[in-house]
């Protein structure tokens, strides 16, 4: 399943950014699509996640209250909508997906089979 995420850039603390994760082919089934992101020197890290077919979602206690994840099947895009954002959010954001059937880890880089090549979002203070 190749993904292309993109929307990210540069913004001052407090605002919004909203990146999209282009699916190429409509995911068959129960696709868990994920949102990671890595900042230099530290490991990848969960955001959150949608299951395509339920639009089920979960999120990294960081992302709460502040992000929000959405899938268009007509697209297929998946959406990060990033509010109120903060320096720590900088960061190179992916996307992935899970092909069914998946497991409990959905917060692990390893349960993910498909990755997009990442987009830098960097937040200023």
């Known amino acids: 399943v190749p993904l292309q995420a993109f929307g990210g850039g540069l913004v001052q603390a407090g605002n919004s950014l909203r990146l999209s994760c282009e699916v190429s082919?409509?995911?068959?089934?129960?696709?868990?699509m994920g949102w990671f992101r890595q900042a230099p020197g530290k490991e990848r890290e969960f955001v959150g996640c949608?299951?395509?077919?339920?639009?089920?979602?979960d999120y990294a206690h960081s992302a709460k209250g502040r992000f929000t994840i959405s899938r268009d099947n007509a697209k297929p895009t998946v959406y990060l909508q990033m509010n109120s954002l903060e320096p720590e959010d900088t960061a190179v954001y992916y996307c992935?997906?899970?092909?069914?059937?998946?497991?409990?880890?959905?917060?692990?880089?390893?349960?993910?089979?498909?990755w997009g090549q990442g987009t830098q979002v960097t937040v200023s203070s």
């Open positions: 082919g409509r995911p068959f089934g129960d696709y868990r």
């Open positions: 992935a997906a899970d092909s069914p059937p998946t497991n409990i880890y959905y917060f692990n880089p390893e349960s993910y089979e498909y």
């Open positions: 949608i299951r395509w077919s339920s639009g089920s979602v």
